[in-house]
Each structure stands twice: as C-alpha cells, then as structure tokens.
C-alpha cells in the first residue's frame, strides 16, 4: 500500500499539495500510541507516513509500550519522520518525554501538536485554527471535556477542571514552556494518578492557562472529533467494524462540555482530526481528500450522492477495497461531509480572503457552558428509556 499514497501520486497538483504543506518553524507534531488496538499500531504508524504525515517537513513518532508492537526507524530514504523511544523511566509519561525532546530540540516549534496513532490529522487546518494567535503566549487547544461528578477523577476532586481529550492536542511554545516549568515545580504530585490528558490540564491551570473553545465560531461544529467520520455523522458501518453512537458512547456524553450532535452538524468547516482510525481508514479519509475532492463541484447541489460514489470509484485508490463503507449507499452523510463539508485551509488563504488580517477561531469556554455541562446526559438516557418502553409497548401488542 505504501507507494501507491506517495503525495507525488496524487489527483492533485504538486502547487496544490504545496499549499498543503506546514512549514518548520510554523508547526512540528508529536504522534504517539493511544494504546487503543495496540496490535495495529505499526500499520497504523506507516499510513500516518504515507498520508497525512507526507504534509510535514518534520515529525516525531514515538514508540509504543509493548515490544512486540515496536517499530522501526524509517527505511525510507530522507524520511521526515524521527522516532522517539522513551527510557524505562519515562514509559508511562511518553508524552512529558517527547515534549521535552521535542521542545530541546535546535528547531524553534511555534506550536506542538500532539497526536494520537489512531487519527487522521488535516495539519493545514490546524494552521487555520492558530491565526491570529501569538504563540509566545500560551495556548491550549483541542476538544474540551469535563470531569465526571463522581470517581477519583470528579469534578469536585480536580476542582472543576477542563481538560483537553488526549485525541489531539495543539500546544503554543509558551504553554510547552510554561508545562514543562509546571512539572518541574511538582503539579504531578498534586494530580495525584492523572493521565498525561489530565496532567497537561492540571498543570497548565497551576499556570494560569485553561482550555478554551475551538469550536467553528459561526455554527459551533467541532474541529476536533474524538470519533471517526462515520460516527460523528450518524453512520452506521457497513463492513462490520465498530461505529460509537449516541445509545453506546456514555462516557462521551458524560464527559462532553457540549450536547452531542451526531450528524452534519457536528463538524466545523475546518475540521482538524477524527479519532478511532486504523491503517485502511486513515487511508481511505485521505484519498477522499486529496484525490477525490477535487474532482467534486463546490457546490452539493450540483452533483448526486451516486455520482460522488462514481468519483470515488473513478479516482480513488482502491478506496472500495480498502473501506467499502465509503461507497455504500448508507454511507451518504459521510461522503457528505468529506467531500463537500470539509475543507482544506492552504497557505496563504488567509491573504487572500481577509485582506491580510486574521480571524481569531478560538474564545474562552462561557460560564454557562461550564454550569451546564454534563446536564444532557440525563435528557439522554431519559430518551432512551422512552423509546425502550416504545419498544417494549409494541413488542406486546404484537404478541
């Protein structure tokens, strides 16, 4: 699979994949294991490599726990990915260890992204979200999430902390700064069993830096999903493989700042990664983007959902094979969204549209927000219990 997703490869042309790539001293990226499906890791490593990783000057991938799951450095010849092994010392804090590494390093990184080997990242779209930003402040950016209101980790425990979910996390210069100042004055030993997800919040608030939203500001479609494509518009899939949905992701719902909105409009214009991807979909996503899309009118009213699949058929590689969901008819929200939904920031779009000046994507999380969340669980699980007695009502009527 790999040479047939080299960028040189692609529909596009090489001045449109320019606009694509992510400048060095703009944005560097960390991916690391997520330890979900462990075993997939490898493969899912080399489709970042081939895919969206092929957008980077530079990255870093850092190994996984389990050593029968290890991957190698990169055969490829200039390859742009560097792997980081963390010692003994640092197995379960790989993500403090890259950051270090990584912040050390002799490059000056504007912003640090921090991602998850089961996800497909747009990193352009991550540019878009950063304009207008000054990276030597702090910024912390990704989905938000509360704490639940019981457990060792509640609300009440952690003080009412908001935490970015661990999926993908988009750190300024100063907040890596200003992290890893916190880690040394000893905010680790106050978070007492914290995940590296909730560690980065804990300590970034002892420094006076909390979450924000980055939701799209004019219809507040999230940037970043915590599920895959399918999932987040309400598909279910076809070929057998698991889709979350609101009746099976609970602990979504109960860590969601916001209602879930599991169609189209859950997602933002710009929309910047999708969760809970192995090595076929990752594929799969980036063909739709890179040798689809431009074949597809910019209008979705021009073109049927059964001339998409036509396209997709026609310029696709080998996306039926790979992901037969992508052309299922059932599948239609998510071809939607891909296609016409989505879109792909380039560089130097912002001169072009704005006149130069920068829209700010990001604004503080409300208060309202906060006092509410985690008040639609309820109306959830009261939704359910509805339609099991719908349910249940007619199974007896029909007996």
Not at 104 to 118: E, G, M, R, V
Request: aromatic share 10%; charged share 20%.
């Amino acid at each position: 699979m790999a040479g047939l997703f080299e960028v040189q490869g692609t529909a596009m042309s090489s001045s449109v994949h320019k606009d694509l790539r992510v400048s060095p001293d703009t944005m560097t990226f960390i991916v690391y294991s997520s330890m979900w499906e462990e075993g997939n890791y490898p493969a899912r490593m080399e489709a970042i490599e081939n895919t969206w990783a092929s957008h980077l000057p530079r990255w870093f991938a850092v190994q996984t726990k389990t050593p029968s799951f290890h991957i190698s450095s990169s055969s490829k010849r200039h390859s742009k990915r560097t792997l980081l092994v963390p010692p003994a010392r640092d197995m379960d804090t790989p993500i403090k260890f890259a950051l270090e590494t990584v912040y050390n390093d002799q490059h000056q990184y504007n912003w640090i992204y921090l991602a998850a080997d089961s996800s497909y990242v747009l990193p352009s779209n991550l540019v878009h979200l950063v304009q207008g930003l000054d990276p030597s402040e702090p910024h912390y950016l990704g989905h938000p999430l509360q704490l639940p209101t019981s457990g060792p980790y509640s609300w009440a425990t952690l003080d009412h902390l908001i935490f970015n979910s661990m999926a993908g996390i988009l750190l300024s210069r100063a907040a890596v700064d200003l992290y890893l100042e916190a880690l040394r004055l000893g905010c680790k030993s106050r978070c007492v069993e914290c995940g590296e997800d909730l560690t980065i919040a804990f300590c970034l608030r002892e420094q006076g830096v909390e979450a924000v939203d980055t939701r799209d500001p004019v219809h507040f479609g999230h940037t970043f999903h915590i599920f895959q494509p399918g999932s987040v518009v309400g598909n279910p899939r076809i070929n057998g493989s698991y889709d979350y949905t609101p009746d099976n992701c609970d602990w979504f719902q109960l860590y969601s700042l916001w209602p879930i909105h599991m169609n189209l409009d859950c997602c933002g214009s710009y929309t910047a990664m999708f969760q809970y991807v192995n090595a076929d979909e990752i594929y799969a996503i980036h063909s739709l983007l890179m040798d689809v899309k431009p074949h597809v009118p910019t209008s979705s009213q021009d073109i049927t959902d059964t001339q998409l699949v036509e396209l997709i058929l026609e310029h696709g590689k080998e996306i039926d094979e790979l992901f037969p969901s992508y052309v299922h008819p059932t599948y239609w929200k998510v071809r939607q969204l891909l296609l016409h939904q989505v879109r792909l920031f380039r560089m130097g779009q912002r001169d072009e549209e704005n006149d130069g000046a920068a829209v700010v994507q990001v604004r503080p999380i409300q208060d309202d927000a906060k006092a509410s969340a985690g008040s639609h669980v309820v109306l959830h699980q009261e939704a359910r219990e509805r339609r099991g007695k719908v349910v249940e009502a007619k199974t007896r009527t029909t007996m």
